[in-house]
């Protein structure tokens, strides 16, 4: 797996790393998922880079101009309800990609910090031969995305997969290297060292759903 950290040098990414992390900030949910969604724009931006191109010709009022435009099918998925705001920061950059959405949620039984990710709603195009771009803001032990991709499997392969994330440990940065293919690209804001007991970022920001829709029961 290729790993894009731009917490490796300085960018206005920061910034809005810092404000969403910022407790007092956090209090705006509109501004909350805003930086979110800037994130994925300039995540896309770098992204897009990478990407395969081909010479077009485009007609203007005056003639024509030959350019190198995007040449990739690809399909954005996201993981339900956090990823929604970074889904919207990409899809600003793709507006010509096609959607996928699955609902991914933790499951703790009773008061155990040990939970299961179960996935219950899933809704994609076909796959075959495109380029996939994943969006989970939180990476935190990795286990939501490795049962994503076990349920995207059924609806094809794509040539190429890319994930977006916010925020990442690294502990599930090391659990996704061994559960995707070699050729995946992590696209990364920041990434921090620990894990709670319960599977949470430290010190991360929180819940990314609460704090983007409200708190959930």
């Not at 705006?28 to 081909?54: C, H, T």
């Not at 899809?91 to 499951?107: K, T, V």
């Not at 994503?148 to 940065?173: A, D, F, N, R, Y």
């Amino acid at each position: 797996m290729t790993v894009h950290d731009f917490s490796e040098g300085n960018s206005i990414v920061n910034q809005f790393i810092a404000e969403i992390r910022d407790v007092e900030i956090q209090k705006d949910p509109m501004r909350f998922r805003r930086n979110i969604e800037r994130i994925g724009e300039v995540l896309s931006y770098e992204l897009s880079k990478s990407l395969n191109y081909k010479n077009t010709q485009v007609k203007t009022p005056f003639g024509t101009k030959e350019m190198s435009l995007p040449n990739d099918q690809m399909v954005l998925c996201s993981v339900l309800r956090a990823g929604l705001p970074l889904h919207q920061g990409m899809l600003n950059y793709f507006d010509g990609a096609e959607n996928a959405f699955i609902s991914a949620y933790r499951h703790h039984r009773g008061d155990e910090d040990a939970f299961e990710v179960v996935v219950k709603y899933f809704a994609a195009p076909s796959l075959e031969g495109k380029t996939l771009v994943l969006t989970d803001p939180m990476l935190a032990t990795g286990k939501t995305l490795e049962n994503v991709l076990s349920s995207l499997k059924e609806h094809g392969t794509p040539k190429q997969i890319h994930i977006i994330s916010v925020i990442g440990s690294k502990t599930g940065m090391e659990h996704i290297k061994k559960v995707f293919p070699k050729n995946t690209h992590l696209w990364i804001a920041a990434i921090d060292s620990e894990l709670n007991n319960k599977g949470y970022i430290l010190p991360g920001i929180g819940d990314a759903g609460d704090l983007a829709f409200g708190v959930k029961l």
